[in-house]
């Protein structure tokens, strides 16, 4: 982005910021990274000429900038993979525990309370469609036939066991809605 876009979109921010402040709103806005920045070896070999990415650029322009309280969760994503698979194996989104990382990172940046993945109970079940194939945008949008990927998997992590979750309604295409 060039520096007027960079002061463009700060300056909106920090209007956004100004409203909530004068309302006694605490605001966090976070920008969620996408898969191929987390996972960036699996991304095809090629010379890459910039490596400081434009989303990173617009985060620290930010930070530098204002006082919006901005969350880019890549680093923390990335610290976790080597012990969760933090997105889905066929799909851009990131799974249970890639949404628990960057939940974590807002609640830190929240100053709420956060607990570390690594003390939680996780446990892992197959991630397959109602046909019991693994599932996925990737395999969707490419239009592959499910029938030649080995499964994915689900972390079902135990957050806080003394809250009983109960699913209330959705299914994987339309998300889903939970009850505590």
């Known amino acids: 982005m060039s520096e007027r876009e960079l002061a463009y979109y700060t300056s909106m921010l920090q209007r956004l910021q100004d409203l909530c402040d004068e309302r006694g709103i605490k605001l966090a806005f976070i920008i969620l990274p996408n898969r191929e920045q987390v996972y960036a070896e699996h991304m095809p070999s090629i010379v890459v000429e910039n490596t400081y990415k434009r989303t990173e650029a617009f985060v620290d322009y930010v930070k530098e900038n204002s006082n919006v309280n901005i969350i880019f969760p890549q680093d923390e994503l990335k610290a976790a993979k080597p012990y969760w698979r933090v997105y889905y ?81 959705g299914n994987e295409g339309n998300g889903s809605f939970y009850r505590t």
């Open 89 to 169: 194996k066929y799909d851009t989104h990131w799974n249970k525990a890639g949404a628990f990382i960057g939940t974590q990172a807002l609640y830190e940046a929240l100053g709420l309370e956060s607990t570390n993945l690594a003390y939680c109970k996780i446990r892992e079940t197959p991630r397959v469609n109602a046909n019991g194939y693994p599932s996925g945008d990737l395999i969707s949008i490419g239009g592959f036939n499910a029938t030649n990927y080995g499964p994915d998997i689900e972390h079902v992590i135990t957050y806080k066991p003394e809250v009983e979750v109960t699913v209330t309604g």
